[in-house]
């Protein structure tokens, strides 16, 4: 499945034939068998690579905002706390590594 996939990502992407034609119609022949629509997954990829690290524009990886970090480690914390019955115990700030998880991170 995933050699299927990386041919239907460059048909996506226009660089599996010269023609679009055959670029249209063996990306559509392969999404459909890998149950992707081809041509909404072909717009919103190229907005994708249009705007990659624009956390505004990109649809496919919107991290969570700087000045939200804080926010979301608090109410990890507090979840945690919840979640465990008994007071957290957390290192020193310089040493707290947060995961994605408790960063709430979107894809």
């Known amino acids: 499945m995933t050699g299927l996939w990386v041919v239907a990502h460059e048909c996506g992407h226009r660089a599996f034939a010269k023609q679009d034609w055959i670029n249209y119609l063996v990306g559509h022949v392969l999404h459909t068998v890998l149950l992707v629509p081809f041509h909404p997954w072909r717009i919103s990829h190229a907005n994708h690579h ?58």
């Open 50 to 107: 249009a705007n990659t690290n624009c956390m505004e524009k990109d649809e496919v990886f919107v991290p969570a905002a700087y000045d939200s970090i804080g926010e979301l480690a608090a109410q990890a914390k507090k979840d945690e706390g919840e979640h465990s019955g008994s007071e957290s115990k957390t290192a020193p700030e310089d040493e707290q590594v947060m995961t994605q998880e408790q960063l709430q991170w979107r894809h």
